[in-house]
């Protein structure tokens, strides 16, 4: 099991681990629960993206770490909603013109 704080070098000072590149970079999630939510929602989950179908709401967008995870996590849970799955997702790529022209 991980210690939850940092490690130490003998000399007392804090280990900094190095970061890959990137590592900062917003991850996309999606988060889906039971039940179809309104669009009234959107402002409990700020910057995120719903989708309601089929009995459930999907819950997408960006997701900067995982203490921003949790927190949405959290609030599904304040909100009494129950969840069903989370996983990150790809990146969403922008449609280019040939795209669109085929589309």
Known sequence: MRSPHPPLADDGRV????RPRGAT???SYCIVVRGELSQRFSNA??????AASDGQ??????VVDQAHLH???DRV???GLELVSVKA?????????DD????
Do not use: C
Not at 45 to 50: A, C, I, K, R, V
Not at 100 to 103: K, L
């Open 25 to 27: 970079r917003p991850t």
């Open 100 to 103: 669109e022209q085929r589309g």
């Open 45 to 50: 989950f700020d910057g995120m993206t719903l």
């Open 71 to 73: 927190g949405l996590l």
């Open 89 to 97: 997702t790809l990146e969403p790529t922008p449609p280019t013109s």
């Open 57 to 62: 709401t999907t819950i997408t967008g960006p």
């Open 77 to 79: 849970g304040e909100l």
């Open 15 to 18: 280990i900094q681990r190095n």
